[in-house]
């Protein structure tokens, strides 16, 4: 007789069930496998959703405000390092506080708030993963962008200077800074609406912030000198992300008297900002400093950040040197720097800022180039004397002409002959007529004689008195 069976006994914690009887056995269960699918909870939101789209197109944007005037930046270090400055803080600066307030409010308007509150981490905690994935990929967006930018001057610029990388990391500080603030004001506003109201507010409050004589704009992540000082863009960073960092731990602290530490380095920040922000605006100390080429007459210099140009230069002025070649008196060298030229210097050509003469360490017109240079030295500064003085002014022309024609010259020529009105279009034929026969004379001199008078001519440019300009 069989016996009665039992009820089927339960398993004993930590052992595995048996076998049916015939059945094969099973697999031992794996103690690592849940550990080994555990994900982190920040997985998600970095590899997904808003934030890889907002540093996107944190990239984008600042790809295409830079690649819209690449001419005036390539090969400038102080013009690439604020072109970036400025289309990060204007630019990305209220996208991202938008997207961190377009995020910020998503547990609200989802209903989340209550279990949000039955978790077990802390509202700091909770607050930083929701806001981290977004602020990672704004900064990451940012670099990228910045990396790019850099790497497109670099083939262009002098081996003089350099950018000064911490205005980029002190953006890359703000632009974190601003999508931790826009987060906060989600939580605080969920609305929809919010967001999209967020990007102009933000934009204006930083256009607002940069005007007006108050010491209070040196507190405004806009402004920045060609050349900042050592001090300003940490401190900077210390400013706005100090006032982040408060206001983060006032909102989810569990000791709010915490986010008196940040709001204290941000108010000594401050303090150093407004105290000494006169004395951020400064100029390169490269540009007063000259690169010099020695073999032309006069000799051309150039300031040590355009010290690529200088071939092109060069190039551009080789008539010019070579007409003058055993002419005294001439003016010891072309001079690229800020002011008035010293009395044995003729001022070159204004080469920054890029864009209008030079682009990309190329001249954008040799010619009128070279022409400005004739005009450097032949033409009297500000003496009115002497322009008005029609003698002296058809042989300063005459000189100036020969040395580099003017691009347009022809044009100017037939210009005369097109003037309606009978008695000026008269007028302006005798003083072709005048210009070309001085012209004539000119050429006619032998070398000897014309380098003989040339050193009388160089000897009067100075002069504002018309009658010690020799006669042609």
């Known amino acids: 007789m069989t016996p009665a069976r039992t009820a089927d006994a339960v398993p004993a914690p930590g052992t595995a069930p048996e076998a049916a009887p015939g059945s094969a056995p099973g697999p031992a269960p794996d103690a690592a496998s849940p550990a080994r699918g555990r994900r982190h909870p920040l997985r998600a939101e970095l590899l997904r959703g808003l934030a890889p789209r907002v540093g996107a197109a944190t990239a984008l944007t600042l790809a295409v405000a830079c690649a819209s005037k690449a001419s005036t930046w390539q090969g400038d270090?102080?013009?690439?390092?604020?072109?970036?400055?400025?289309?990060?803080?204007?630019?990305?600066?209220?996208?991202?506080?938008?997207?961190?307030?377009?995020?910020?409010?998503?547990?609200?308007?989802?209903?989340?708030?209550?279990?949000?509150?039955?978790?077990?981490?802390?509202?700091?905690?909770?607050?930083?993963?929701?806001?981290?994935?977004?602020?990672?990929?704004?900064?990451?967006?940012?670099?990228?962008?910045?990396?790019?930018?850099?790497?497109?001057?670099?083939?262009?610029?002098?081996?003089?200077?350099?950018?000064?990388?911490?205005?980029?990391?002190a953006d890359a500080v703000f632009l974190g800074a601003a999508a931790v603030a826009g987060h906060l004001l989600g939580r605080l506003v969920p609305r929809w609406a919010a967001a999209p109201a967020v990007a102009p507010v933000v934009y204006l409050l930083l256009v607002v912030s940069d005007s007006g004589d108050s010491p209070l704009r040196y507190l405004s992540p806009v402004p920045l000198s060609e050349s900042p000082p050592l001090w300003q863009p940490p401190t900077m960073a210390v400013w706005t992300a100090g006032i982040a960092a408060a206001a983060v731990l006032a909102h989810a602290a569990r000791r709010r008297l915490l986010a008196l530490l940040p709001l204290g380095a941000a108010?000594?920040?401050?303090?150093?900002?407004?105290?000494?922000?006169?004395?951020?605006?400064?100029?390169?100390?490269?540009?007063?400093?000259?690169?010099?080429?020695?073999?032309?007459?006069?000799?051309?210099?150039?300031?040590?950040?355009?010290?690529?140009?200088?071939?092109?230069?060069?190039s551009a002025l080789s008539g010019i040197s070579r007409k003058l070649e055993g002419?005294?008196?001439?003016?010891?060298?072309?001079?690229?720097?800020?002011?008035?030229?010293?009395?044995?210097?003729?001022?070159?050509?204004?080469?920054?800022?890029?864009?209008?003469?030079?682009?990309?360490?190329?001249?954008?017109?040799?010619?009128?180039?070279?022409?400005?240079?004739?005009?450097?030295?032949?033409?009297?500064?500000?003496?009115?004397?002497?322009?008005?003085?029609?003698?002296?002014?058809?042989?300063?022309?005459?000189?100036?002409?020969?040395?580099?024609?003017?691009?347009?010259?022809?044009?100017?020529?037939k210009l005369p002959s097109t003037v309606k009105d009978r008695a000026r279009r008269e007028d302006a034929l005798a003083a072709l007529r005048a210009a070309k026969a001085a012209r004539a004379r000119f050429d006619a001199m032998g070398d000897a004689e014309r380098r003989a008078w040339l050193s009388r001519y160089f000897a009067a440019v100075g002069s504002c008195d018309p009658d010690e300009v020799p006669s042609l």
Not at 81 to 96: K, N
């Open 77 to 169: 270090w102080a013009a690439t390092t604020s072109l970036l400055h400025s289309a990060a803080v204007l630019l990305c600066g209220p996208v991202a506080a938008a997207a961190g307030c377009l995020q910020g409010g998503r547990e609200r308007r989802a209903g989340l708030a209550e279990l949000r509150v039955s978790m077990a981490r802390t509202p700091l905690v909770q607050l930083m993963a929701a806001a981290l994935p977004l602020v990672l990929w704004v900064i990451a967006g940012y670099a990228v962008a910045a990396a790019g930018v850099l790497l497109a001057s670099l083939p262009y610029a002098s081996e003089a200077g350099g950018p000064v990388l911490s205005v980029v990391v």
């Open 267 to 314: 108010v000594v920040a401050a303090v150093v900002l407004v105290e000494n922000g006169p004395g951020m605006w400064r100029t390169d100390p490269l540009v007063k400093r000259q690169v010099c080429d020695t073999t032309t007459t006069p000799d051309i210099c150039v300031s040590a950040v355009s010290a690529a140009v200088l071939p092109e230069v060069r």
């Open 327 to 413: 002419v005294a008196n001439v003016p010891v060298r072309f001079a690229d720097r800020p002011g008035r030229p010293a009395r044995d210097e003729a001022a070159l050509p204004m080469i920054r800022p890029l864009g209008r003469v030079v682009v990309r360490n190329e001249l954008t017109d040799p010619g009128q180039f070279a022409w400005e240079a004739a005009a450097a030295l032949t033409g009297p500064d500000a003496c009115d004397a002497r322009t008005e003085d029609g003698r002296a002014a058809l042989v300063d022309e005459t000189v100036r002409e020969w040395l580099a024609p003017h691009p347009a010259q022809d044009y100017w020529d």
